[in-house]
Structure formats: structure tokens, C-alpha cells
């Protein structure tokens, strides 16, 4: 554990380029370029909307706030993952050629999809007032959860990317999981909405205290319990502790599978 | 020699390879193989128990024919692969030109790249945009330098290569027959270049098949066979050695 924060400060500067370059290199050749990464999210909120506010009605009232402010969060994680799967197999001619911490990869993944989040909770800002939704001071609690979710994150992709290297099936199965996921966190319902005795199971789920705080704060604008912080905490940690106990056991060997 | 120290240590160092006949790249393969009880595969040493001292200043030519664990021993120097068993003790930072323009990125620009580059070396950003002019100079691509290198034509991607690898001042410098990409105008002011390094007290590691490339400006060689070192010493009688097998002397009946 102790590696993993001295390696990422001293290869802060690399991992920081190689996120960047990430970014340019998905943008490079559109017209507009790094734009975007704001009207990506911009333009599915508005698809978002209009679908939720005309075609399917749901008896919550401001749906796309209620869907967007756990949707964007879910979109960071799952994007993170599906890059980050990739991102040893990925950069295998740099992996072969230079002595390189292996780690700075799956966390530039993830760090180009944090930028992604934060950019696209811009559109989210103007939507809100837009739509008539009260833009609650709870705003400013959002760096909580997400750096929970951003350790959550990297933690999650080290196992999978470290586990791609070997078994390339990891990269598909990864996609599975991710859809299976997005249907069993409460994400386009909320968990007031199922029986009460099935409730427990999705205490189990551990993205979903993150998700909570995301919700809470942007459309309830309510804090979560501390209970339910320390929850996502917990759970960030653990995944941090398994994902680069796994990779680092196996990172010097990429070399020879990649 | 003796009041020079040494850059680079090598001691006892052994890589092994397991040879995975059809190595399982997907879990149904690893599966049929398994139940199958169908795994076979064999162990392979590409260097075998290798020690080697190079001194600071010295250029060290290694030579061997294809498959004697050069490139294997050069990864293991440049700390690519971690050896099965052994050491690599370095004084100082290492250049690796062990291929061309490793870690350029085709859709970024020269100087992007540039930084990249470095920063892979393990030098700061800070340390790279002072050197950038530099190498933006030696490497001479002109306004290229801003453009994406997927663009730039082999030599100017050896040309930047090489200006980054040796601009950033490592005390050790790793190269690997990529010289003789560049034209004559520029392989001239690269040994020029390499000169000024041996002068200055830094190492080089230089990997070539060409016998009078090694003669000419190496001042120790090294030949690998089968990946153990067969010969160490004055690189005529080496290149010599080098020469007697690539081109065994036909016995006469």
C-alpha cells in the first residue's frame, strides 16, 4: 500500500501526460475536438430528458435530475473500467521497451475519466436550474463521494487489468458485469421503490453508498448519514487494498504476456 | 580504469522463459487444455548465469548472432524484465534507444512526445522543458516538431529518438543497432555525439551486427552465444570470434 501512494507522487507528472493524451488522442481528429467531452454529456442529458419528460413518465418528479445525478457517476465508473481493462494489453510496446511502473496505466485511465466526470457535471449545473430543479447548497459536498468512488474505481481496475493480461476474456466479461451492474444499483429506480424485504440485498452492492451520496446531494439536496459515508469508504478501500495486492503480485510478469 | 567506477553490474543473471506450447490466450482454450491435461511446455533460458562489470566511460560493444540473448540481456539492463535470478545493480540514470521511438504515441506532436517521453524516463517536466530546445535542435525536424509523428518519415523519427535519449544526459545509454537508420550526415553527428558521452565519463551499451561499427568505436566487446557470454575483451579478437561463427570456416574433406 505504501508503494502504491510513493510510486503514484513520484510518477504524478507522467501519470497527469499520460491522461492527457488519452483525452487528446479521443478527440484528436473531430472538428470539435476537446469540446466534446462537454457536449457528450450535454447531449445525452437532453436526449435523457426528453425522453423521461414526454415518452416514459415516471411518478418522480424532475426524473432526468434524479436519473443524471447517479447516471454521470455510474458512466465515470463504468468508462473507467472498460478503458482501464485494457490500459497493460493496451500500452504492451511501451510495457515492452521502457522500465515503467506498471501502475501508472490503469490509473491514467481512470484519472482522463475523472476529468470526463467533472466536465460533464458542467452541463449538469445548467440543467438543474433549467428544469425548474432547486440547486441545493449540498453541491459541495460532491467531492466526498466521489473521491470514495474514484478509489472504489482504482481499485476495481487494477484486478481487471492486471487480470486482462493473462486471460483476455477479462475485457468482455468486464462489459457483462458492468450491464448486469448498471440494472442491480439503483440508478433509473431507487431502492424506496422495492419491496422491503429484498432491501437488504442491496446493501450488499458496494457502489451503492457512493451512488446515495451522489443522489442525495444533487437532488435530495440531503447529506448522507455518516454511516453510510463511512460505508463507501470502506468499500473504497477494500477494493483498493484487493485490486493492487493482485497487480502488484503480478506486475513484473506483464512484460512476458503482453 | 581502475579510479572509475562501475556503471553497471551484472551479476549472475539467469532469464528464463517457459515456452508454452499454444499457450492458452482465452479461458476456453485454458480449459480445453486443461481438461485435456494438455499443457505442455518448456523452459527456456534465454541468458544463462551472465556477469558482467561495465566500467563508467566505457563503450561496451555487445555482439552475438540472432537469438544469443542480446536483446534479452539489454531489456534486463534497461530494467524492462526482472531477471529469474541474478542482479542489475546501475549507477545512474539509463537511456534506452533499444527500439525506435518506444513510447512515441503516432496522433501526438513531436513535442508532446518529447515530454512524454522523458517523463517515462523518470525525469520531471520541469527537467524536460528545459531540455526541450535542445533536442528540438539536435534532432532537426524543423517545424515537423508540431506536428503529429505519425507523420515524420523514418529518419526523423530516429532522429528525435536518438536527440531525446541522449539530450536528457543519462549516465547510461542503451543502443540498440538503431544507427543505422539514420543517413551518413546524421550517423556522423550521432558518434559525435556518443564521442562527447565517453568523454564526459558515461557508459554505453551498443548493440550492433556490424563488426566494423564495433571495432571502430567500441572500446571493449562482449559475445553472446546461446545466452552466456563466450568472449570478453579486445573487440578485433571479438569481431573475429563474432566472425567465425556467423561464417564457419568450411573443413576441407
Known amino acids: 500500500m505504501k508503494e502504491l501512494v510513493v510510486e503514484t507522487y513520484k510518477y504524478r507528472e507522467l501519470i497527469w501526460a499520460l491522461a492527457l493524451k488519452e483525452i487528446k488522442v479521443r478527440y484528436k481528429r473531430s472538428v470539435l475536438g476537446f469540446l466534446w467531452a462537454l457536449l457528450n454529456p450535454a447531449l445525452m442529458m437532453v436526449v435523457l430528458t426528453l425522453v423521461f419528460s414526454t415518452i416514459m413518465r415516471f411518478n418522480i418528479p424532475h426524473y432526468s435530475i434524479f436519473l443524471l445525478s447517479v447516471l454521470l457517476p455510474w458512466t465515470f465508473f463504468s468508462q473507467s473500467l472498460s478503458y482501464a481493462v485494457d490500459s497493460i494489453v493496451g500500452n504492451s510496446e511501451l510495457i515492452k521497451k521502457v522500465a515503467v511502473p506498471k501502475l501508472v496505466f490503469p490509473m491514467a485511465a481512470v484519472i482522463s475519466n475523472v476529468i470526463n466526470l467533472l466536465l460533464s457535471l458542467i452541463p449538469l449545473a445548467i440543467l438543474v436550474p433549467l428544469l425548474g430543479h432547486p440547486f441545493y447548497w449540498t453541491w459541495i459536498f460532491l467531492p466526498v463521494p466521489m473521491l470514495a468512488l474514484i478509489i472504489f474505481t482504482i481499485g476495481m481496475t487494477f484486478f481487471f487489468a492486471a487480470a486482462n493480461v493473462y486471460y483476455r476474456d477479462v475485457a468482455h466479461i468486464v462489459q457483462i458485469i458492468l450491464s448486469a451492474w448498471f440494472y442491480l444499483t439503483p440508478i433509473i429506480y431507487s431502492v424506496e421503490m422495492l419491496p422491503e424485504k429484498y432491501r437488504w440485498i442491496f446493501k450488499l452492492n458496494p457502489i451503492i453508498y457512493v451512488v446515495n451520496g451522489f443522489r442525495l446531494s444533487v437532488y435530495y439536496g440531503m447529506l448522507p448519514q455518516l454511516k453510510s459515508v463511512a460505508a463507501s469508504f470502506a468499500c473504497a478501500f477494500v477494493a483498493l487494498f484487493i485490486g493492487f495486492a493482485v497487480f502488484r503480485k503480478y506486475q513484473d510478469n506483464f512484460v512476458f504476456y503482453v | ?253
Not at chain 2, 26 to 45: G, I, K, M, P, Q
Not at chain 2, 130 to 150: L, M, N, Y
Not at chain 2, 152 to 157: D, H, L, P, Q, T
Not at chain 2, 247 to 252: G, K
Open chain 2, 1 to 253: 580504469m581502475s579510479n572509475r567506477h562501475v556503471a553497471i553490474d551484472v551479476q549472475n543473471v539467469t532469464q528464463r522463459f517457459r515456452i508454452i506450447h499454444e499457450r492458452p490466450d482465452t479461458l476456453r482454450e485454458l480449459f480445453a487444455n486443461f481438461l485435456r491435461h494438455d499443457v505442455s511446455y518448456h523452459d527456456f533460458d534465454a541468458v544463462k548465469d551472465v556477469s558482467l562489470q561495465v566500467h563508467s566511460g566505457q563503450m561496451l560493444g555487445l555482439v552475438g548472432r540472432n537469438g544469443s540473448g542480446k536483446s534479452t540481456l539489454l531489456k534486463i539492463i534497461a530494467g524492462v524484465y526482472k531477471p529469474t535470478s541474478g542482479r542489475v545493480h546501475l549507477s545512474g540514470k539509463v537511456a534506452p534507444l533499444i527500439e525506435l521511438g518506444a513510447g512515441f504515441h503516432s496522433e501526438l506532436t513531436g513535442r508532446e512526445n518529447i515530454m512524454i517521453n522523458g517523463l517515462l524516463m523518470g525525469f520531471s517536466k520541469k527537467e524536460m522543458l528545459e531540455k526541450e530546445q535542445r533536442i528540438i535542435e539536435f534532432a532537426d525536424i524543423g517545424e515537423f516538431i508540431d506536428s503529429p509523428v505519425k507523420q515524420y518519415s523514418s529518419g526523423m523519427y530516429t532522429r528525435l529518438a536518438f536527440s531525446i535519449a541522449t539530450e536528457v544526459d543519462p549516465e547510461i545509454l542503451i543502443v540498440d543497432e538503431i544507427l543505422s537508420v539514420g543517413d551518413a550526415g546524421f550517423q556522423q553527428k550521432s558518434f559525435a555525439r556518443i564521442q562527447e558521452f565517453r568523454e564526459a565519463g558515461k557508459t554505453i551499451l551498443f548493440v550492433s551486427h556490424s563488426m566494423p561499427m564495433v571495432t571502430a568505436h567500441c572500446d571493449r566487446a562482449v559475445l553472446l552465444e546461446s545466452g552466456s557470454v563466450v568472449a570478453d575483451g579486445d573487440p578485433i579478437e571479438v569481431a573475429a570470434l563474432y566472425e567465425a561463427l556467423v561464417n564457419p570456416p568450411v573443413a576441407v574433406s
